[in-house]
């Protein structure tokens, strides 16, 4: 990584990762502003002399930004559950005010007239908005499931809002009336598509892009070759009938593109950039001759071999040769990004830097890298995160670790036959989070420990030969997973977490149901394996492992192949028979009770 910066690098975080994560850019001072996500600080580099200082210390983790246009004000949003948007004077880098907000805040949005901020809440499924005038939230918008990110059309009439996990086989993309504040419509994206990262809208306001993975999970983990497994893409939304379009792979034939992150249209919307976490790169998108080339399929048109019809295109990896071009980054680990004159920043999330490219000349020779400070010697753990999440690891980089168990290593909503246990046996992602300390691990415990898992899944999902340090950084990054806070927590005066009223009555019914003979301990599990009558089909006798009921609220559907929606429906629906806890003879109210202990753990 090379360092183009000549100016001064002031008051980092002594002995802290900086993070990077996400980005603002102020056309007016030629500033972009910086959250450094492990710091908790917001830096500020000068695009005009490379000058970069910190501009404020955080009392917690920024998630995102939103600049006012006149670049007075930098809306905030802080803190991975109950958070909050701290609006700081960018001429004094000083907290002017702090604004409530739900939980998991995430990508703050000013209303055109910036009399409104739409903030999303990942862990309530929502986007909350804050009046401004009086800086008091005045409405809940339900959207579909773990809402990150979110982009308003030019006109100001509808924010689009991108929702990182599938409602059922699928993420969705939610439209919002910003004039009601009410939800239009769920758009639903190809079945499979997952970890939705970004959205943004091109500039004439004709379309909606959002960067995700396609999951091929109907197929047996057999192999990866040509995206067997997970293909990397980019989806494509119609803003103004609000219907989706088509999704184009960013991948090659042979070399994934794995992760794709961060989203940015340039000025006059002839160009998109995209970011891959997972492959260091930056894709540089000729958008004119992606829908033209989109149109012209859609007309019967044989423009690719693998396009024959316009259904099949999500399945093409050759249909963007010649309007992508790929750029190895500096950096790694690239995040959010941000377009300023006719240069690309990308926040490197791993080196503590901001990407450069040159889009005059987007060769390797016009890319750069800036650090941001010190970064300081690399521990076991956080080398573990960066194996985690790095696919140039993995055959043909088509996936990551971080593909499956994105967000800190839980959950991709989906069902994998992943194979260690027979085939044709589908079987929901787990949550990583304590596995080391709750063995036997996978969902029948066909693994006796996780750090056999780890190397089973180096082998046989990535396809790959790792030096045993490697899986041990791996070991070492998951031991350090610390749970969220459950949005079902209510907070008192002094801002301590406790059980709500419904969970208090829930928490002795979980003891008189018996739910917590075999949920017990710490991580709410026996580590055992039962059979209680959960399997079905050729699985039907199959002891299942008791799994850890820790952050149970962020890992649904429930049940081995997620056939449960919902924790009341593994209650009742799916305990016919009171083999899974004694719950035949508690009322509905109890019943939801019991859930919200449950939820609340």
Request: proline share 4%.
């Amino acid at each position: 990584m090379t360092n183009e910066n000549s100016g001064l690098i002031a008051n980092t975080v002594a002995g802290e990762y900086l993070s990077p994560t996400a980005l603002a850019f102020d056309a007016n001072s030629s500033k972009i502003y910086i959250a450094e996500k492990t710091a908790k600080q917001i830096a500020v580099l000068d695009t005009r002399t490379g000058d970069t200082n910190k501009l404020t210390n955080l009392d917690t983790e920024p998630t995102g930004l939103a600049l006012s246009k006149d670049g007075s004000k930098l809306y905030v949003t802080t803190g991975l559950d109950f958070g909050s948007v701290k609006v700081v004077d960018t001429a004094t880098g000083q907290v002017i005010i702090t604004l409530n907000a739900a939980h998991g805040p995430l990508s703050p949005v000013l209303s055109n007239d910036e009399q409104k901020l739409f903030v999303c809440s990942q862990y309530e499924n929502k986007v909350v908005v804050i009046d401004l005038k009086t800086n008091k939230q005045i409405a809940d918008i339900l959207v579909s499931r773990q809402p990150v990110a979110a982009a308003l059309t030019p006109d100001g009439s509808k924010l689009f809002v991108a929702n990182f996990l599938p409602s059922g086989n699928a993420a969705e993309v939610s439209v919002i009336d910003t004039k009601t504040d009410t939800l239009i419509t769920n758009i639903k994206l190809p079945n499979g598509s997952i970890d939705v990262q970004k959205i943004c809208i091109s500039p004439d306001g004709k379309y909606v892009y959002a960067t995700c993975v396609l999951a091929r999970y109907h197929l047996p983990t057999t192999q990866l070759d040509r995206g067997w497994m997970n293909t990397n893409a980019l989806a494509v939304i119609d803003a103004n009938s609000n219907t989706f379009v088509n999704t184009v792979l960013l991948d090659e034939l042979n070399l994934g593109a794995a992760n794709p992150y961060g989203l940015a249209c340039t000025k006059d919307g002839k160009h998109l950039v995209v970011t891959h976490s997972g492959t260091h790169e930056l894709s540089l998108i000729d958008a004119e001759a992606m829908h033209k080339k989109l149109a012209a399929v859609k007309t019967g048109q044989n423009t690719s071999t693998g396009s024959d019809t316009y259904r099949n295109v999500p399945n093409d990896l050759a249909f963007m040769t010649g309007i992508r071009h790929r750029i190895r980054l500096k950096g790694i680990g690239p995040r959010d990004v941000t377009i300023a004159g006719d240069k690309v920043y990308i926040a490197e999330y791993f080196s503590g830097s901001l990407g450069v490219v040159n889009l005059t000349s987007p060769d390797i020779s016009n890319v750069t890298s800036i650090s941001l400070g010190v970064e300081p010697e690399l521990t076991l753990a956080r080398k573990g995160e960066i194996f985690f999440h790095d696919a140039s690891y993995c055959f043909q980089n088509w996936q990551s670790c971080a593909t499956c168990h994105p967000a800190d290593g839980r959950v991709d909503g989906i069902n994998w036959d992943l194979l260690n246990d027979g085939i044709g046996n589908p079987k929901q992602t787990k949550s990583l989070l304590f596995s080391h300390k709750t063995s036997p691990v996978m969902v029948t415990g066909i693994r006796p420990d996780a750090e056999t898992a780890v190397r089973s899944g180096i082998r046989y999902i990535q396809f790959s030969e790792r030096p045993e340090l490697d899986a041990v950084a791996i070991d070492e990054y998951l031991k350090s997973l610390q749970p969220i806070p459950s949005p079902y927590l209510k907070k008192n005066a002094t801002e301590e977490t406790r059980l709500s009223e419904a969970a208090e009555k829930g928490k002795a019914l979980f003891v008189k149901a018996r739910c917590a003979d075999c949920h017990s301990g710490p991580y709410y599990t026996d580590q055992k394996k039962y059979n209680i009558g959960l399997g079905t089909g050729r699985e039907k006798e199959t002891p299942f492992d008791t799994p850890s009921l820790v952050e149970i609220w962020r890992t649904a559907p429930y049940l081995y192949n997620g056939r449960a929606a919902t924790i009341k429906e593994v209650l009742v629906k799916f305990n016919k028979e009171d083999k899974h806890g004694v719950t035949s003879d508690l009322t509905d109210e109890q019943l939801n009770n019991l859930a919200e202990f449950i939820l609340s753990l």
